[in-house]
């Protein structure tokens, strides 16, 4: 195999460290001989390659793979789809072994000694049901609008003895997408939150509110910098030309949102991060709800007052299949009422109700709180004034963060309030969060009282 673009372009293509390390771990296997990663994320900044591994992958999958494999490129476009298919044909085209024993078309590349075939996918996730893919390199898996064809595709694996989903994409704007969950849910195993050892995640980005000129993270984000197949010139001229924006986006690898002016002055909510101020069990604590049955999501926020500062915590939702489980929430309320001493639990009443009178007749303290003007804009202001003089502390959890830096403000007669603003980004947790909040510092710690009440 050669280069086909960039500095090498034309040599033979010899993996460095990284690309060799990332290659064995992807390719681990089990004492059964299995794959040990049948789902696997891998995160990078632009010019790092993507394409050339996709290929790779692909062409593993389609001539080491099982007899009969089904080997997909999936996207968010068909164009899209075509880089990494049509980087294999190139491949294929220029080796005398590959070309021996695949036959290239314009679409397809078929091994016909095991009747396996390599495709191109559209995007309609609908037309996808019926395949059974062996392997599929997922491309640009941010620009996914739904998790539709992921969905269809890793379900669609289940008949295969080992079959490998790989999805090579640069960050996002919405980590509530499929591919921020995917995103979260990595990090969670890496932090061992969550024990998953059939996901594969690798990520390759700059730290946190690091500097827009620190060499150290460019390197970090940008393994092909590190090994000199990619130009620091370049980087610095895109650094310095460049909308922050996107620098930190595709060059950084950093999850960031658009240019639409934030509710919050630029860094108030990450100077707000102190994962070590933790809730304590036994001590009281408010709950906001913010309750979706469908498209959005739904969020449950835990607040203390802990040295003098307001300790949030919040729990997130995604609907799976368009629904959410209601169930899982109101388990999940009986849970944390087993761990702390819970004041109040504020609900906003569109969507929650039934679920609300059911646990108000088990003798939890339920608070009907309604997001009309009169409630929502003194909220919304205490909220803010909490951020910004750093009287509130969060863990970070980047799910959460992004919904609370989604919000803008809506103005109204009496003042402003938060809404999804032109982003139509989810923001329930913070909605959650500005009830929580207003409840903590406007009613007194004291015996809970049972039942249903207005406020």
Not at 143 to 148: A, D, F, G, I, W
Not at 349 to 378: C, H, I, K, N, W
Request: charged letters at 25%; a negative charge; hydrophobic letters at 40%.
């Amino acid at each position: 195999m050669h280069v086909s673009k960039g500095i090498r372009a034309g040599d033979p293509f010899v993996l460095v460290p990284w690309q060799r390390q990332l290659i064995e771990n992807l390719y681990e296997r089990r004492s059964d001989g299995l794959l040990r990663y049948r789902r696997s994320l891998i995160g990078l900044g632009r010019k790092n390659g993507k394409s050339l591994l996709g290929s790779l992958v692909a062409l593993y999958g389609l001539i080491e793979g099982e007899h009969g494999a089904e080997v997909y490129s999936a996207a968010g476009d068909r164009r899209q789809a075509r880089v990494v298919f049509d980087e294999a044909k190139w491949q294929v085209q220029q080796s005398p072994a590959l070309s021996g024993i695949c036959k290239v078309y314009r679409d397809a590349i078929e091994v016909p000694s095991t009747h396996s075939v390599y495709r191109v996918l559209s995007s309609d996730a609908k037309l996808q049901q019926g395949l059974n893919p062996s392997t599929v390199i997922f491309d640009e898996l941010h620009v996914q609008p739904n998790s539709e064809l992921w969905d269809a595709l890793t379900l669609g694996s289940g008949a295969r003895r080992d079959p490998q989903i790989v999805a090579i994409t640069t960050a996002g704007y919405d980590l509530s997408s499929i591919c921020g969950t995917l995103y979260a849910y990595g990090q969670k195993v890496c932090r061992g939150e969550i024990e998953d050892e059939q996901f594969g995640f690798w990520w390759w980005e700059a730290p946190e509110g690091c500097d827009m000129n620190d060499r150290d993270a460019w390197l970090q984000a940008n393994p092909n910098l590190a090994e000199g197949l990619l130009d620091m010139e370049d980087m610095e001229i895109a650094v310095r030309q460049t909308s922050e924006v996107s620098v930190r986006r595709y060059r950084f690898n950093q999850w960031v949102r658009t240019a639409e002016d934030s509710w919050l002055p630029q860094g108030a909510w990450e100077l707000c991060r102190e994962p070590e101020l933790q809730l304590q069990p036994g001590a009281p604590t408010w709950v906001g709800v913010d309750m979706a049955l469908k498209r959005d999501t739904t969020a449950v926020v835990l607040v203390q007052r802990v040295e003098g500062r307001l300790v949030a915590r919040a729990k997130i939702w995604l609907p799976e299949g368009g629904v959410l489980d209601v169930a899982a929430v109101e388990s999940y309320l009986r849970e944390v009422a087993q761990q702390y001493d819970i004041q109040e639990i504020a609900f906003d009443p569109a969507f929650f109700m039934r679920t609300a009178e059911a646990l108000a007749e088990d003798g939890f303290p339920m608070v009907e709180y309604p997001q009309s003007p009169q409630r929502m804009v003194p909220a919304c202001g205490n909220l803010y004034e909490l951020i910004v003089n750093q009287k509130l502390a969060h863990d970070g959890n980047p799910l959460f963060s992004d919904q609370v830096l989604s919000a803008a403000q809506r103005v109204k007669d009496n003042g402003w309030t938060l809404s999804k603003g032109k982003s139509k980004r989810k923001i329930d947790a913070v909605i959650a969060l500005a009830m929580a909040t207003d409840r903590a510092t406007t009613t007194p710690v004291e015996a809970p009282t049972p039942g249903f009440f207005v406020v």
